[in-house]
């Protein structure tokens, strides 16, 4: 193959040369690489044909996980086993009945968990088999890093599936946790040049700990078992808020945090006449700041199934109910009591989002940690090696003047896509008039997932080249419009609504959105639902898939190709003059072997 591209999409001009000189530096200190992994490896190795190639291996394993990612996909669309508390009233229809079929059975699981074992082993199994035949290469580590940040969305919604976290906050914050941690440990890889795993890390034991919570699913008979089994906390541990019944607290704490937020934006913006200016950020989560509706806060109804609306339901579902709040405050509140609304609960799946959090918020904290050290350490040793002092030694760093004297901050700058990303996608996710994700959650998940992995393959190549890291390139351009344009479309409608209506005029009432659901809300919110439904939230969440898919699509294609083409290697193929060679060793190997039995 030779240097067809005098131009790259991805790479800087002088890629061959930069590619070139990259070094991989890398160290695991986990007991359970050095003892299992390695081990296991180094074993496995000395059978595989000379002729296959390591990234043959990597994408092996990938595909693994991807055909249980699948199945489990086809048996839990919504992640979330038999459940009457994830069905709205205007659910029980033939649409959703989908969720009404039994548990998938145990045997899934156990095949998801040895997709994911195998997905393990292989991806450490390439990188022996790259050091065998003599193919190492950044190309490979680009196809390595790329197939574990494009894991990391089929791993966490397959730990969704398996502890039964519904199409929720669970399963979102399931994956910001996942996609997100990788993104920090690629950022750390870049700032310190190197990638250091410590003793415990998600590759090793985070690997281990999913795949047990697949087998102990599997074990236990189903995911339905996360959801069903809490933990009663004691009226003496709680606040007096949440000593109330769940109606009652629901109540409290959204007059509470309204309140509040309330005078925070009337500080910020001012007040309008006799009533708070235009509530932006209550009214998205279906509230207003109006005093009137604070004073007279929408009180939870108690929802009761119907068995004429209930197709295929067994005896449990149609005597079950439920609260359902008003507002998204409320809605919050009241998940965490038992369907009673008696007693404070905490479900068994909500503790292990809450611990996967905190490991993630410690993950990224020590990473930021480390890239502030990693900084620090450049300054002192360029100023003892130059004796330059800090002024000149500024001009060693990368970046514009910002970059250059407060280089640590501008690294933190430089999550600001992240920042943004995230924070986009939690508008959309809480505002949605629709409950979008309640709908496709698997979408909306894939949708966000691989625009996080866009950016870390983005890091990625800087660090291969090692040029200064630009994640708003051109294939970021017509996600970045199409969001500009639906959120100024968003306003528009705001606009056209305040003035038509003053926000002290507010009545209650019941209003239908464009797909005929019941709001209960208040006058409004009902208008703003008139005003803003020019928008089809539906049809804008497949626009943004098919957006992100085929951007990452472009960018897997195109990075793959053009480092192939800038290290004049073969992406699928090991040369025949290094399968020669590794024949030689290996040949010459048994002949040493037969030779000290004879001897012996």
Known sequence: MTESHSFYTYLPHDAPKRLRGYKYRGEDRSYIYKYLWSALCRYAVKFLPPWLAPNVITITGLAFVCISHAILAYYMPKLTAKDPNYLFENEMNMSYRKEFIPQPPSLVFVLVAA??????????????QARRTGTSSPLGLLVDHGCDAFNCIISSLSIAASVSAGPCWKTWVILLNTVTTFFMNTWEEYYRGILILPIINGPNEGILVAISIYLWTAWIGGPQWWYDNTIKISETWLPEVFRQPAPDAAVAIERTIIRFVCTFQSYLFGSHENSTYFPYLPFIFHSNCSASYVENLPKPVLVVFNKDLCISCDEQIVTSKYWKGHSMLQRMVLRLYDIGGHKLKIRYNTLMVWFMTLAAIWTCAGNIY???????????????????????????????????????????????????LVFMANVFFFASQENIFRQHPRIFCWTVGLLFTKLTVHLMLAHLCGIEFQPFRRTFLPVFLFGLHTTLTFLHGEAKLMQKQSVSTLTETFLNNKNNQIIPSCQMVGEHSRFTYILDENLILYEFFALSVVTFAHLAWNAVREIASALNVQIFRVPLDKQMMLCRQIADGKARSISSKKNV
């Open 370 to 420: 480390q890239v502030f050290k990693a900084i620090r350490r450049r300054i002192y040793l360029n100023q003892q090696c130059s004796g330059k002092d800090s002024g000149s030694i500024a001009q060693l760093m990368p970046g514009f003047w910002f970059g250059r004297h407060f280089p640590f901050l501008y690294s933190l700058v430089e999550l600001s896509p992240l920042v943004v």
């Open 115 to 128: 997709s994911m074992f195998l997905y393990q082993f292989l991806d450490n199994l390439d990188g022996h």
